[in-house]
């Protein structure tokens, strides 16, 4: 069994340049959750999706980024217009269902880097 | 608002001591406690949880965690450290609510040294 992809595992933009960062959960499993983590730091909740439907985005910035989780395909993760201020390694996990009790796989993760 | 600290940035030890690292936690309600370690360039895996029970969980690569309800705290320990066990460890706490969430904490990076 697979466990969660990311792709791509890096990212280069430019300032100004839209990022999309894609992430399959594993088989089976229909939550998704998106992490950011700055340098230096640990792990921040951005949003919480199930299949065509955001639960949770207490954590996304209002501006510039949305999150989707199609009935068909990977979840992608969206930034518009990126500021050197969004470089940080984006983790993606999943779970088989909600509640706490179920735990979450973590992707690798994608490392973005705007210049 | 739950929140996560972990008190030590960086631990050196040498290989075959034994460690510990702390985590403290701030939850209204019975915490969901987490270790997870992150090796560089890559991502989290699950060392061990504790929802509810005993309060001394143990959990994979020879690790325990040991929940103090009066003190707040989730602690990881192993009692002999390998070269292998070199990486950055991560403690978080989960939410009961729909949201199932994860707070983490700011990490601890652990340093063996040989």
């Known amino acids: 069994n697979a466990g969660v992809m990311q792709n791509p595992r890096h990212l280069v933009r430019r300032r100004g340049q839209e990022a999309r960062l894609r992430c399959s959960p594993m088989?089976?499993?229909?939550?998704v959750y998106w992490y950011r983590q700055l340098p230096e730091e640990g792990l921040k909740f951005m949003v919480y999706?199930?299949?065509?439907?955001?639960?949770?985005e207490s954590g996304m910035p209002k501006e510039r980024f949305s999150a989707e989780f199609p009935k068909e395909g990977p979840s992608i993760l969206r930034i518009q217009q990126v500021v050197r201020g969004d470089s940080a390694a984006y983790f993606c996990?999943?779970?088989?269902?909600?509640?706490?009790?179920?735990?979450?796989?973590f992707g690798p993760g994608t490392r973005l880097t705007v210049t | 608002a739950q929140s996560v600290t972990q008190p030590d940035i960086h631990i050196t030890v040498s290989e075959g001591a034994s460690l510990e690292l702390r985590c403290n936690y701030s939850?209204?309600?019975?915490?969901?406690l987490f270790w997870y370690v992150q090796s560089p360039g890559q991502g989290l895996q699950l060392l061990l949880k504790?929802?509810?029970?005993?309060?001394l969980v143990q959990g994979i690569k020879g690790f325990e965690a040991e929940f103090k309800r009066s003190q707040s705290s989730f602690n990881l320990r192993k009692p002999s450290v390998h070269w292998s066990d070199a990486a950055e460890y991560f403690c978080?706490?989960?939410?009961?609510?729909?949201?199932?969430?994860?707070?983490f904490g700011t990490g601890t990076r652990l340093q063996v040294t040989l």
């Open positions: 978080a706490v989960g939410n009961t609510g729909t949201a199932s969430k994860l707070t």
């Open positions: 939850y209204g309600a019975t915490p969901y």
């Open positions: 088989k089976g499993h229909s939550h």
């Open positions: 996990a999943s779970s088989p269902t909600s509640g706490a009790t179920y735990e979450q796989y």
């Open positions: 504790y929802f509810s029970g005993d309060t």
């Open positions: 999706l199930q299949k065509e439907n955001i639960i949770d």
